[in-house]
């Protein structure tokens, strides 16, 4: 995860942290290549950058309301993929606002494709590291809602320092959600489950929107390849849901 600060004395070249991602170069399509050349003036945020192609200026904060047309609830899903989720969510409800926040532009062409047969039009796309979304791109307060399904585990030791939910990523979406806003999260990795749980309870801005160990499965989330692989290997999926607490 990457949390982007500005700097202190002369320009940087690099980031402070690690970001929760590798992006790997890879050739679109020429479907995907049409994609973006003709719907992403429709579907696709222009952000400034900062110190990396991923990476979002300070103080770069955009109004939802003139980018979406309208005042409506704001879902923001992390690591979109191929937008299947989000797609089949902003064609489902058509009255809420989405955003997909995805560094790999292959998987936002597929998104935007998916999105234009579906007619989501209340769909927008971010190609951006995602904290730094939440933290400059967006208002603070702005989300109703945040998602995280299945992120990438990074499940070898010396790896481990790239994942995403971190306490400094509570504190980063306890930022950008309104109060009572949700933040939902999955994954079939056993002790990335047993890390968001621990990191999610000890936040002092979330508090737990379920009972026992796990939340229910979030109805709102469609079966993905991702979560159809673990399943596949024997792999339990958890959920795991949390509110935002009121600012005092």
């Known amino acids: 995860m990457s949390d982007s600060a500005a700097p202190t004395s002369g320009p940087r070249t690099f980031r402070d942290r690690p970001v929760s991602f590798v992006r790997r170069s890879g050739r679109m399509s020429e479907a995907q290549e049409r994609a ?36 409506a609830p ?14 089949h969510a902003a064609s489902s409800r058509p009255d809420d606002d989405f955003l997909a926040i995805e560094v790999f532009k292959a998987g ?14 209340n769909l927008r796309l971010v190609e951006a590291n995602a904290p730094e979304v939440l933290q400059h791109l967006l208002p603070a307060a702005s989300v109703d809602e945040l998602w995280v399904f299945f992120p990438d585990p990074w499940h070898k030791k010396k790896h481990t320092k ?18 009572g806003g ?8 056993e002790d990335y489950a047993l890390q968001m749980r621990d990191v999610l309870s000890a936040a002092p801005d979330f508090e737990p929107a379920f009972e026992g160990e796990w ?21 339990d999926i958890r959920d795991l849901s ?4 009121r600012r005092s």
């Not at 579907?43 to 309208?70: K, L």
């Open 36 to 71: 973006w050349a003709e719907l992403a003036p429709v579907y696709v945020i222009e952000a400034p950058r900062d110190v990396a192609s991923t990476s979002i200026r300070p103080g770069s904060a955009i109004d939802p309301v003139a980018v979406w047309g309208r005042e």
């Open 74 to 87: 704001l879902l923001v899903e992390i690591g979109s993929g191929q937008g299947h989720a989000i797609v």
């Open 108 to 121: 936002l062409a597929r998104t935007m494709l998916d999105a234009d047969r579906a007619g989501a039009r």
């Open 162 to 179: 790239r994942r995403l939910v971190t306490a400094d990523f509570a504190r980063v979406a306890a930022g950008a959600l309104r109060d």
């Open 182 to 189: 949700m933040l939902r999260l999955a994954t079939d990795w």
């Open 215 to 235: 939340a229910p499965r979030f109805e709102g989330r469609v079966l993905t390849a991702f979560e159809r692989k673990g399943s596949r290997v024997g792999r």
């Open 242 to 245: 949390y509110r935002r607490a």
